[in-house]
């Protein structure tokens, strides 16, 4: 099992950045595919980014492809987002997601485990 916490958001103006991180406990981070979502209010919680556990593979959704930046660092159990050219839509409630395995994963349902979200504002 693995206890995540998201830190790094707030308020940020149009075209500016923000760098989220996540942090995980236990001894088995690395095991771990992990992945970026967000989800605006009164809309449903999409695929943002996604990360292998070796840190290879990186896979991004179509809307932050070039802007966004996901990584991992194995020695400190942390996962980043890094966010560049911030847009008005980018704003949300940004989550940490964890599972076992090789595969892709884009979608909630296939996360395990998922931290507290934390919030990105972006100004026009």
């Known amino acids: 099992q693995v206890q995540l916490a998201e830190s790094g958001g707030g308020l940020v103006q149009a075209g500016g950045s923000l760098r989220l991180s996540c942090a995980a406990s236990?001894?088995?981070?690395?095991?771990?595919?992990m992945g970026w979502f967000r989800q605006a209010p009164g809309k449903e919680r999409e695929f943002v980014a996604r990360i292998s556990g070796s840190g290879n593979n990186p896979y991004y959704a179509n809307s932050v492809k070039g802007r966004f930046t996901i990584s991992r660092d194995n020695a400190k159990n942390t996962l980043y987002l890094q966010m560049n050219s911030l847009e008005p839509e980018d704003a949300a409630v940004y989550y940490c997601a964890a599972r076992r395995g090789a595969g892709v994963y884009t979608t909630p349902a296939d996360y395990d485990y998922w931290g507290q979200g934390t919030q990105v504002t972006v100004s026009s």
């Open positions: 236990g001894r088995t981070f690395s095991t771990y595919a």
